[in-house]
């Protein structure tokens, strides 16, 4: 597929002014002042209320040209396309002079299909994501905090809680997040026919050096908070495949740690990767949909990756301390997670 160049697509979705391919006219709906503000607004599926509808087919296909007319600076047709399927198009302006481009649900309309930005100038091939919002407390405003953070062009977030359906994916692997086991068609680490699955895909396809980080919460359990023994955080590349020191998973791990350690030296981080921590292989994504697409898997759904040997794809795993700030004296907060992405994949110290 060919690459668009961003400086001219970008100048068109500056969405003051641009006319659209043949509509022209007004396209934005609405407008906010920064991401935190956008996602703490829109609309979520609940637990348990079967509220989420997965796409057709035919969705999938609308949602694609209405990302691709986005990027090809077509804001009006993106944003017919897009009503299409029951979506609008927002525009994100914040303090720092970043501007969004986001497709939200209408308030009117609210399946749970996610909310998806597009970041106009500049910016970092990093993409953000965070699949579970309110059932990973926190993790929507942290994800909103990080694409700021890192300057990332690509932002994704579901807008169902894993467990809103009572039917299970058909994808493979197990949990009992939800009670019963197995993965319901709400939770978006876990379905391949959803926005969600098919951002990470159209992603991957426009920007191939692009960094995929995946924000999750991970349960007292296995990431304690406020013990002399915190596991901070559990970073994989969607495998248990020992990896050398050198590969992206490894390098953000140790750089997170580096910074942990030096606010609460009895606290740590794992990497599923490293053969430092090979006595500790647990939350490693193996069965992430995203992450397995993204590692060159022949069927998300059903089959796991090959090799995470050149990974793009940053699974992290985080207890409640690293996803929120809890006081002004709180030394482990999401500021350290964006310090080490930009040191470890972004090279900026």
Do not use: K
């Amino acid at each position: 597929m060919r690459r668009v160049p961003w400086l001219g697509v970008l100048l068109c979705l500056s969405l003051a002014a641009c006319e659209g391919g043949s509509g022209g006219g007004a396209s934005v709906e609405r407008s906010v002042n920064d991401l935190e503000t956008l996602v703490s607004t829109v609309g979520y599926t609940e637990a348990y209320s079967d509220e989420y509808q997965p796409p057709s087919i035919g969705d999938i296909a609308a949602f694609q040209q209405s990302l691709e007319y986005l990027f090809t600076g077509d804001r009006a047709a993106a944003s017919r396309r897009a009503a299409d399927i029951g979506y609008e198009l927002t525009q994100v302006r914040d303090a720092l002079g970043a501007e969004y481009a986001c497709l939200r649900e209408r308030p009117s309309r609210v399946l749970g299909r996610g909310l998806y930005c597009l970041r106009m100038q500049g910016g970092e091939d990093v993409h953000v994501s965070a699949p579970h919002p309110h059932y990973d407390i926190d993790t929507d405003i942290q994800s909103a905090a990080v694409v700021r953070g890192v300057g990332a062009r690509y932002y994704s977030l579901s807008t169902a809680h894993r467990c809103s359906s009572i039917a299970r994916s058909p994808c493979d692997g197990s949990t009992l997040a939800c009670g019963a086991p197995g993965y319901r068609i709400s939770d978006a680490a876990h379905n391949t026919q959803s926005f969600f699955q098919e951002f990470t895909v159209w992603v991957a396809g426009r920007a191939p050096s692009a960094w995929h980080v995946q924000l999750h919460g991970c349960s007292a359990a296995f990431c304690p908070s406020g013990t002399e023994a915190d596991v901070v955080a559990h970073l994989s590349a969607g495998s248990r495949e020992i990896l050398p020191d050198s590969a992206p998973v490894n390098r953000l791990n140790a750089a997170l740690r580096r910074r942990v350690q030096a606010v609460r030296p009895s606290a740590t981080t794992h990497s599923c990767s490293s053969r430092a921590d090979a006595d500790d292989r647990t939350l490693c994504s193996t069965a992430n949909t995203q992450g397995r697409y993204l590692n060159g898997s022949t069927d998300a759904c059903t089959a796991p990756a090959a090799s995470a040997a050149d990974s793009r794809f940053l699974h992290i795993e985080q207890n409640l301390d690293l996803r929120r700030v809890d006081s002004a004296a709180d030394p482990i907060t999401p500021q350290l997670l964006i310090d080490a992405i930009n040191e470890a994949l972004l090279g900026r110290r």
